[in-house]
């Protein structure tokens, strides 16, 4: 996705873009930053007896924001030949809550304060980043859904460490 953004003066260039497999520059400096604040925060959080808890809530709970931008926006790659061709169609309105409750029950464990700032990052989140892909794009591939997932991810991590480093 940072190749196809970074790299595309149109949508119809960024998503030609983002369907070669291959790494650009904007890619490799996105991905190495990401390796690098994420391997920064797992040895900091590594450090914390709720570990393990850490790693299941920011698995969850980032793949159902991720997952729910669905719900909201159109998918704009071609669906005919795409790998994530599932997501041309918007989820039904049980599937979002179902995917809200999952990514709700392991941030319950954290307590009420730390639960309080992830859903209030996670809706901030959701509602810039939809805003940006629908001006860059006008609307999500599945790209698109990695790299708010892994941006949300991250933002798990470092809430986390904001309250119990």
Excluded at 75 to 102: H, M, R, W
Excluded at 104 to 119: C, E, F, K, N, S
Aim: proline fraction near 3%; hydrophobic fraction near 55%; glycine fraction near 10%.
């Amino acid at each position: 996705m940072a190749d196809g953004i970074g790299g595309g003066m149109t949508v119809e260039k960024r998503l030609l873009i983002m369907k070669d497999s291959r790494l650009g520059t904007y890619g490799v400096s996105t991905l190495v930053m990401a390796l690098l604040l994420k391997f920064v925060a797992l040895v900091e959080l590594a450090n914390h007896s709720h570990f393990v808890a850490a790693i299941i809530l920011a698995y969850v709970f980032s793949r159902g924001v991720a997952a729910s931008l669905i719900s909201t926006m159109p998918y704009v790659s071609d669906p005919e030949g795409s790998k994530s061709k599932p997501l041309a169609n918007q989820q039904t309105p049980k599937e979002l809550i179902f995917l809200a409750v999952c990514a709700l029950i392991p941030a319950l464990y954290w307590g009420g304060q730390i639960t309080v700032t992830l859903v209030i990052w996670a809706v901030l989140f959701r509602i810039g980043f939809k805003r940006w892909l629908m001006a860059r794009l006008g609307g999500f591939t599945g790209d698109c859904l990695g790299a708010a997932q892994q941006l949300m991810e991250l933002s798990v991590y470092l809430i986390l460490i904001a309250y119990i480093a």
